[in-house]
C-alpha cells in the first residue's frame, strides 16, 4: 500500500533553536501512529507543519502525493488538524456549532446539514444536539472538537494530547472512535504523554526527543528495542505481617545481590525486578534466570505468595529509547 504521508528530512529552526531536526516518517491509510515525547521535544511543532500552519525550514512533505509547502491550498481539504488547546463559542449549542463550522468549510444547503447530523452521529452528540457547548463534560467538549475536525471528511487526522484531563470512560470511548476512523481508512497521528492508552490505540509509533526521531516503526518492534541488553521484569509479592518493612528491605538486598538483577524498586505490595540479558536472550534463559531469583528467594526463608514475569511495555520502551530521559 502507497502511503498517504510521506515526511523527509523536517527541519524547523527558530533563530538558534533547531525544534525539529532531520525527522522523516511514513504514514499508511488506516494506520494510527502515536507520537512520543517529553515536554518541548518538538511534537506539536511537527504537528502544526503537518497542518500548514507552520513552514519547515528544510525539508518535504508530501500528502497524497502533493507537496505541504508548495501546494497547501490542495491538501489542506485532506488534513484535520485538533490542538491540544481548543476553544467552543458561548451561547451555541452542539448542533450550531458544528454547522457553523461546517458552512466554513464550504458545505451547503442539504448536504451540510446531512454531514452535521452524521457527525453528531459517529461521535455520539445526537443527543445532545440542543445543549449548549458551555454545559458539556470536558470528554463532551473533546468529542465536539473532534466532530468540528471530522465535518470536511479529511484523510489525515492529527491530534495533538486528545485524551489530556480526560476521565477513564471518556478516553475508553475516544479510543473507540479513533479506532473506527482507522477502519474507515483515514490515518491518524495521536500526540500524547499518556503511553499506556497510545499502546492501545496505536500500530505504530515514533519516539521523538529534542526534535530528534530516535525510534519510528511498529509498536511490536519498538517494544523489542533495547540495545544491547533484553530487561526482563518480574513482580514479586511477600506475605509478611508486622515486620513487613524489614522483609522486603532483605527480599531487596537479597536480589541485588543475584546475578543479571540491574535494579529492585518497591511499588505498593510488590517488588519490581529488572534483568538484564544479552541481547537476543531466548525464553529458556529468561525462565532460567528467574527460577533462579525465585529458589534464592525461597531459600533464604522469605514468604514468596506471588512471582510472575511482567510484560514490557510502550513507557519501558521509550525510557530505553530516550535512557531514561525526561523532561
Not at 444536539?129 to 473532534?146: F, I, N, P
Request: include cysteine; hydrophobic fraction near 45%; glycine fraction near 10%.
Amino acid at each position: 500500500m502507497s502511503p498517504l504521508l510521506e515526511v523527509k528530512g523536517l527541519r524547523r529552526d527558530y533563530g538558534a533553536l533547531r525544534a525539529v531536526d532531520d525527522v522523516s516518517f511514513h504514514l499508511e491509510p488506516g494506520s494510527i501512529l502515536g507520537f512520543i515525547g517529553p515536554n518541548g521535544a518538538g511534537k506539536s511543532t511537527t504537528l502544526r507543519i503537518l497542518a500548514t500552519l507552520d513552514s519547515p525550514t528544510a525539508g518535504e512533505v508530501l500528502l497524497g502525493g502533493h507537496s505541504l509547502v508548495d501546494t497547501p491550498d490542495r491538501v489542506r481539504p485532506l488534513i484535520g488538524y485538533m490542538p491540544d488547546r481548543y476553544g467552543t463559542y458561548d451561547d451555541v449549542t452542539v448542533f450550531e456549532f458544528l454547522d457553523f463550522f461546517a458552512r466554513a468549510y464550504g458545505l451547503t444547503g442539504a448536504k451540510r446539514r446531512q454531514r452535521v447530523e452524521s457527525v453528531m452521529g459517529f461521535t455520539g452528540l445526537g443527543p445532545l444536539a440542543d445543549k449548549l457547548t458551555t454545559a458539556l463534560s470536558k470528554g463532551m467538549r473533546q468529542r465536539v472538537a473532534l466532530g468540528r475536525t471530522l465535518l470536511h471528511d479529511p484523510q489525515l487526522l492529527l491530534l495533538d494530547e486528545p485524551a489530556d484531563g480526560l476521565d477513564p470512560r471518556a478516553r475508553i470511548e475516544l479510543r473507540e472512535l479513533l479506532r473506527a476512523l482507522a477502519d474507515q481508512g483515514k490515518a491518524v497521528i495521536i500526540s500524547s504523554h499518556i503511553l499506556t492508552e497510545l499502546a492501545e490505540i496505536c500500530d505504530t509509533c515514533a519516539i521523538i526527543e529534542q526534535g530528534r526521531l530516535l525510534a519510528t516503526g511498529r509498536v511490536e518492534d519498538i517494544l523489542r528495542q533495547g540495545a544491547s541488553v533484553a530487561a526482563v521484569e518480574l513482580m514479586v509479592r511477600l506475605a509478611v505481617g508486622a515486620e513487613a518493612d524489614a522483609a522486603w528491605a532483605r527480599a531487596e538486598r537479597l536480589l541485588l545481590e543475584q546475578p543479571r538483577v540491574a535494579r529492585v524498586s518497591r511499588e505498593g505490595e510488590s517488588l519490581r525486578v529488572g534483568l538484564e540479558l544479552e541481547a537476543g536472550a531466548g525464553a529458556g534463559q529468561v525462565d532460567a534466570a528467574a527460577a533462579g531469583l525465585l529458589s534464592a528467594l525461597v531459600t533464604a526463608g522469605l514468604p514468596v505468595c506471588s512471582f510472575g514475569m511482567r510484560e514490557r511495555n510502550l513507557e519501558d520502551a521509550f525510557m530505553t529509547v530516550t535512557k531514561g530521559r525526561l523532561a
